[in-house]
């Protein structure tokens, strides 16, 4: 059973950095395009940033600059560094593991249990 664990999120200042990291166990990693979401409070969950297993990355277009995806297959581990960071970007942030088709297998997304960053003075 595949299991995705974020990590890394806290409170920090605005201007601050933070890493959140995802540890995905179970089914073959590499495969895979990850995904980082965020939701704040009241509002709907919104992409971040997806990254496919040739290292191809995508981001929402008001978070490019400031937020990097990255993955090391090795560790079966996606990166998401936020710089810069503004009271706006407060949300849980989730990791997800996109769904996937193959010619004979379908294989559902996956979310993490999120974690939770907050920017505050």
């Known amino acids: 059973q595949v299991q995705l664990v974020e990590s890394g999120g806290g409170l920090v200042q605005p201007g601050g950095s933070l890493r959140l990291s995802c540890a995905a166990s179970g089914g073959i990693f590499s495969i895979y395009t990850m995904g980082w979401y965020r939701q704040a409070p009241g509002k709907q969950r919104e992409l971040v940033a997806t990254i496919a297993s040739g290292d191809i990355a995508n981001y929402a277009v008001s978070l490019k600059g400031r937020f990097t995806i990255s993955r090391d297959n090795a560790r079966n581990t996606v990166y998401l560094q936020m710089n810069s960071l503004k009271p706006e970007d407060t949300a849980v942030y989730y990791c997800?593991?996109?769904?996937?088709?193959?010619?004979?297998?379908?294989?559902?997304?996956?979310w993490g249990q999120g974690t939770l960053v907050t920017v505050s003075s």
């Open positions: 997800k593991r996109e769904s996937l088709v193959t010619q004979t297998h379908t294989y559902a997304a996956v």
